[in-house]
């Protein structure tokens, strides 16, 4: 096995060295306090940060899977941020907004965000448009009527600052150490990530219904020989994977955000790009897809890290991180076995 | 399975047109249960089409199909899985980053809970294992792309049968085996048809066909010659039924004599796209005014040998030598410029843009070469007037330079190409299949034109699976198997019998009857 | 049969637009405000007056530069959505040649013209160059162009911000710009009168158009970029390095983005400042290019749309408080629509309008 081979096998066992062997280099060329860096504290924040990527990857990498890249996450991400928002504040007439107005509200993100991915499943699948330029119209869609629509509710770009899901203490499991309280001491949203990630990886690999996800992308004629309707699949996981960027978007701006922000890119701000990176490195994993998004959340949340031992770099270049990473990823990692039939339309062979 | 003595299948006048083109014209086929049937026929003689037909893939334009004696019709393959037929695709229809058991059970999953039951889907494989005698439960787990070609084809059988296929199509199963690999399979397609498989067996290899099969039918253009008994026939009658008499044309006698040696190959090493050697340490020449043929069952190595000479694709290890000057390492563009022609085997992807039209196609590999290209300007005058004399010369139809290239016909496009290729006097020109695919018109016009190029002093390196076509074009003919020339034989004076036992990889003084001297 | 191609692309172009416009319409319509107000306004806002034609056509520059732009690689059939960073690395670099050499050269307009020339030579090869960086990343890392060409947009805003306000922003100030320009670098307003449109930019995005088209259909390079985006195999078969291409395709289409950022700093800014505030031109380019068929003179056309969509957008934000994001989706339905042919083949065939002799 040659080193390029291997590195590919074991993507994230190497990308994690890496990062841990860059750490370590920092940490004593810098002479930082190292125990002060790797707080419990900060595994917390990475996991909050992570969670959003997560999601969308996890969504992401079910609809790649089947054959069909939907580079529109980012899109499908800011309309569900906004709808999440919107909805939270429709909900409660605009008054104080309770936890279950929240959670309907998240709830309402995925519905939507389903069904504007049944559209882009359609122009895709049945009407075979070009799945890049399609995704990327959704991210401008998106840059366009997410920052509309919350003009039109709210007569700016952004929303007023809304509350956001509670913590959940778990009593008993939150006294464990660390895990404690990085897991039962939290937002239930990472408790859901965690489930939704362990849930895609048994659907994924151990039951039919994964192992006809992986035929389609892979090689759709086996499938349909086999009397699998391919499209069926593929539809079936585009529109999953909308309903993840979803609730991706909803945890950012309801779940653990304060409302939504319409300025610039919008408060999704590229993290669904990088959730595409992150299941690329996490070889399409769900499990690895997670964990690359750890990665990057970290990065993300490196800034504040920084700070609070004393390091201060101005924010527009920490603010970096998480993209600069992603080239190294991208360019080190290097080849990412992309599934044979993406970007392809199916049709059945016979006539 | 049918208990009853009705034939597995029976094709009663399978016809099937492809706009004006008769793939299939009125064949008949009787498959007997528990038999091996070999389909023979050279590339483009309908094998394929007629098995598409069986398999569901196609609509017959006419004729009827019998499975155990029950008229069928199929709308797509998945009615005749149903109905038991099952076919082995030359590209195996496997999921290559999935185990061999995931692959077996796709759409047919047995399940416990949600979950894809792994203990009775094992249970049900090792049954299909032992009942035929298959060794893949130890692969079960393995992903299909960590296997050898010789297990995935196992597992595509294996398929079939847990599917509850009692009739095969084997589709060329041998192109992508090794000799042991080949004797594998042999051997558990008998003891398939001992346990009551039926099998249809495509093939052109001659020696394969007359070792497994009970029957064999030889097609040749769309037609069927006949039905012979596998064990009576001789390998001499079965290639005269494939190749026919009737497209022949005399070659012509050479004006001149061969010149200096205009391409020379040495010890060449070459892998394809996986890694594996597929040319083993050739070496050959060609000189002015010569044509050297070099004849072989398709995946012998010709088209990495090709590549490699035309700059397409890196060599191992080994030297090409063109006029002298050592090329081994230059690029493509150079080799073009340095004045070697090449008329890819597959002129839809490579010899000619479709979207394009002929205007544009006639610049393809000139980008470099004046008067059609100056100072980095292109002359589309120029160019333009070059894609006329072209499309006059060669017969191009319909001759408007403006019609796309997608447009044109099989026999057309490859005119096109082979002027384009020829028409600015190259000094080599390397020829893969120039004929295949093409209309018998158009094969004599690209005949005539290479030898007339020979006469005028071109050297020509001639790849093709035709017989007849090596034969008649060759002033030296070197037969290809595995990657290296078995032999270099003087086309004029070797039978088409001993061509077919060359190309099947066996020494000369074996065909010559094998007396030690 | 070329020509009925050209003509589909047209009629798919033209359907497009109207269709999206009329969904935005809609929308406009739905959420309460005046939807006949809003297109007469839309319309206003773009040709009204000689003020409103003037910033169309200041849009409509920088959107023709950043359209040939993406033309460049969307022909060659690589995915440059990084545009928007190669403009802004460029403009950057104009930027920082200016404000250097302007205190060592005359003063006047012969000092001006040459500094103008250089910092447009300086944004050319920095564009080009941050426009390689994918290109290398894709022929040899085999990593994916529209994901590095998105994270290099971000890095580019990021860190020429980060530049402008530590190294750049003359002290007493809290904006993140740099100085103005002198005064004697400026391209003359004429006709128009106005401080951030000239027609020689106008003239300049012309003229790369016609350059690049020229480029395109006329020389071997052009050739070879073409072919490699049609089918590569025969592109490799008639001596192209597939490699090599890529990168000359990234580095070619940089260039013109450079093109774009040279012109956005000396005409429409003079000054620079921070890029996360510009308009979205390098994306809103790929509409334009979509629209014309990724032909570098189709452009300008759709490049003159869009630039008046764009004006006649803000105009309308100002104006009836219909917030301009809406023209962005708009112009996103656009690209969408566009990218999917086969919806409109099917529902004219469906309706009996031909389209069933292909």
Known sequence: ?351 | MSGSGAPAVELDAITKRFGDVIANDGVDLTLERGTVHALVGENGAGKTTLMSVLYGLYEPDGGTICVDGQPRTFDSPRDAIDAGVGMIHQHFQLVDTMTVLQNVVLGHEPTDNGLVDQDSARAAIDEVCSTYGFDIDKHLDTRIEDLGVGVQQRVEIVKSLYRGADTLILDEPTAVLTPQEVDELFDVMAELTDRGQSLIFITHKLDEAMAVADDITVLRDGESVGTVDGASTSEQELARMMVGRDVLFEGQERTTEPGSVTLDVADLRVQDDRGLEQVSGIDLSVRSGEVLGIAGVDGNGQAELVEAITGLRPVESGTVTFEGRDITETSRRDRIEAGIAYIPEDRQSEGLVQEYDLVRNALLGNQTIEPFVENGFVDWDRVREHAAEIVAEYDVQPPHVEADAGSLSGGNQQKFVVGRELRHDPDLVVASHPTRGVDIGSIEFIHGRLHEMRDEGMAILLVSSKLDEVQKLSDRLAVIHEGEFVDVVDPDAVTEGELGLLMAGRERAAADGGVER | MLRASVLERFALAVVSTLLALLIGSVIVWATGYDAVEFVTSLLYGAVGNLSNVAFTLRQSTMLILTGVAVAVAFRAGVFNIGVQGQFVVGGFATALTILFLAPLLPGGPVGGVVLMVLGTITAIVAGGAYGALPGLMKAYADANEVITTIMLNFIASGVVYFLIDAYLRPSGTSAPNTESFPDYVDLPGFAFGSGSFSVIGLGVALATALGVYVVMARTSFGYDLVTSGYQESAAAYSGVDPKRTVVTTMTFSGMVAGVAGAMFAIMVLGYYSDPSTFPSFGFDAIAVSLLAANNPLGVIPAGLLFGGLDAGGQYIGFTLDVPSELVDGVIGLIVLFVAAPELFRMSARRFGLGGDDR
């Open chain 1, 1 to 351: 096995m040659s080193v390029a081979d291997y590195a590919a096998e074991h993507r994230l066992a190497v990308g994690g060295g890496l990062a841990a062997l860059a750490a370590v280099a920092a940490i004593t060329l810098l002479d930082l306090p190292g125990a002060d860096l790797l707080t419990v504290g900060a595994a917390e924040r990475s996991l909050q940060a992570a969670m959003p990527i997560a999601l969308a990857a996890i969504g992401g990498l079910y609809a790649e899977k089947s054959g069909v890249f939907n580079i529109g996450l980012e899109g499908f991400m800011i309309f569900g941020a906004l709808t999440a928002a919107a909805a939270a504040w429709l909900i409660s007439g605009e008054s104080s907004i309770t936890q279950g107005d929240l959670w309907l509200a998240i709830l309402v993100a995925v519905v939507f965000c389903a069904l504007l991915t049944v559209a882009f499943a359609v122009l895709t699948i049945r009407y075979k448009a070009d799945q890049i330029v399609a995704g990327l119209a959704v991210w401008f869609i998106g840059l366009g009527f997410g920052p509309f629509g919350a003009t039109v509710l709210w007569g700016g770009v952004s929303s007023p600052t809304l509350p956001n899901v509670n913590d959940v203490v778990i009593p008993g499991l939150a006294e464990l150490p660390v895990l404690g309280r990085l897991l039962f001491d939290t937002s239930p949203l990472v408790l859901l990530t965690l489930v939704l990630t362990v849930l895609a990886w048994v659907v994924l690999y151990r039951t039919r219904y994964g192992y006809w996800i992986q035929a389609a992308g892979e090689n759709p004629e086996a499938l349909d020989t086999a009397g699998v309707d391919v499209n069926r699949v593929r539809y079936a996981t585009v529109i999953f994977s909308g309903a993840m960027a979803g609730l991706a978007g909803a945890t950012l701006s309801v779940g653990i955000g304060s409302g939504f922000t319409g300025t610039g890119v919008t408060m999704v701000d590229g993290r669904g790009w990088i959730a595409i990176v992150a299941y690329l490195f996490g070889n399409y994993n769900p499990i690895g897809a997670f964990l690359a998004s750890l990665l990057f959340g970290a990065m993300d949340m490196l800034q504040i890290q920084l700070q609070t031992v004393g390091i201060s770099l101005p924010g527009s270049i920490t603010g970096l991180f998480p993209y600069v990473a992603v080239l190294v990823v991208l360019t080190l990692v290097g080849y990412t076995r992309v599934p044979a039939a993406v970007g392809e339309a199916y049709e059945t062979e016979s006539e």
